[in-house]
Nanobody, 127 residues
């Protein structure tokens, strides 16, 4: 059974930082593309960032480029999202997602291409 468990969310002031982590089990993590998505109240789930199986390739949404960094540790089966210079518009539930696939030709930004999802962690940025 695949499990993705996010942690690290919380309340932070604008300009602050948070680091989200996602612990994966039940899948071959080192062969899975990993992604982070977020969903604000009343809005659709949106892509934040993705990282390839080996960690050598990443892709981020324009809205977070230069502020958020995705990384992974295949020895610990974890993927992280370092979020700096947070803004109130970053407030959302953040989800970790996994796509068992060796690589990508087109960056996997659509939620539908991911097979497994975590339960999410709330991030709230106050102004």
């Amino acid at each position: 059974q695949v499990q993705l468990v996010e942690s690290g969310g919380g309340l932070v002031q604008a300009g602050g930082s948070l680091r989200l982590s996602c612990a994966a089990s039940g899948l071959t993590f080192s062969r899975s593309t990993m992604g982070w998505f977020r969903q604000a109240p009343g809005k659709e789930r949106e892509f934040v960032a993705a990282i390839s199986t080996g960690g050598g390739t990443t892709f981020s949404a324009d809205s977070v480029k230069g502020r958020f960094t995705i990384s992974r540790d295949n020895t610990k089966n974890t993927v992280s999202l370092q979020m700096n210079n947070l803004k109130p518009e970053d407030t959302a539930v953040y989800y970790c997602a996994a796509k068992p696939a060796p690589s990508w030709i087109v960056a996997p930004t659509a939620p539908a291409v991911y097979n497994y999802w975590g339960q999410g962690t709330q991030v709230t940025v106050s102004s």
